[in-house]
């Protein structure tokens, strides 16, 4: 009997969250100068507060129209979130980028280039509402790379030092509303 009551538990904890898909779709300015959609996705495991399980959420991907370049947002209890700072970030990478505000490269692991919410290091990606700030501090060093005999775009949102205000969609995962909306490639084809 105890040995089905181990095989049981772990059904039993995913039986008490409930999963939700978030998204926000946006337009911007790319760091070119030309006017993209913005994308921002991840998901959550939400538990009720008697349970004794955290609430859990992906990292948060953040996605331009017509760049190969995705960037994966994450809070402090991801262990990949990266030693560039608190709450909900990114970090450059070497070679990539470059932090606007100093005009310096980036070396090493230590900039943040991306934060939600940055007034606040505290906050967890389960804890996001309805609408999110999202601070870019970084621009790239080159908006394509040679692939082949063509450019790989890597340009992401223009770096800015007021906040984007982002206002979030949460759907039940699996549900018709939760299902992402498609980045029209059609315009990258025409450029």
């Excluded at 262990?79 to 709450?87: D, K, M, V, Y």
């Excluded at 932090?99 to 290091?121: D, F, R, S, Y």
Aim: hydrophobic share 35%; with cysteine; charged share 25%.
């Amino acid at each position: 009997m105890k040995r089905c009551c181990w095989l049981l538990f772990p059904l039993m904890l995913q039986g008490c969250a409930s999963y939700y898909s978030h998204y926000a779709m946006f337009p911007a300015e790319v760091s070119a100068g030309e006017t993209r959609q913005i994308r921002l996705s991840w998901q959550t495991a939400d538990y009720p507060s008697w349970w004794f399980v955290d609430d859990k959420a992906t990292a948060i991907k953040m996605e331009a129209q017509c760049s190969d370049r995705i960037w994966r947002l994450r809070d402090d209890g991801d262990s990949g979130a990266g030693a560039c700072g608190a709450g909900i970030r990114a970090c450059g990478e070497q070679g990539l980028d470059l932090h606007a505000p100093t005009g310096v490269p980036v070396k090493g692991e230590g900039v943040q280039c991306l934060a939600i919410e940055p007034g606040q290091p505290e906050i967890t990606i389960p804890e996001l509402g309805e609408e999110l700030q999202l601070l870019v501090s970084c621009s790239p060093l080159l908006v394509s790379l040679p692939d082949g005999e063509e450019e790989k775009n890597i340009d992401y949102i223009r770096a800015s030092p007021v906040p984007y205000r982002v206002y979030v969609r949460t759907a039940p995962r699996g549900s018709l509303r939760a299902r992402l909306p498609e980045l029209d490639e059609s315009v990258c084809d025409d450029e």
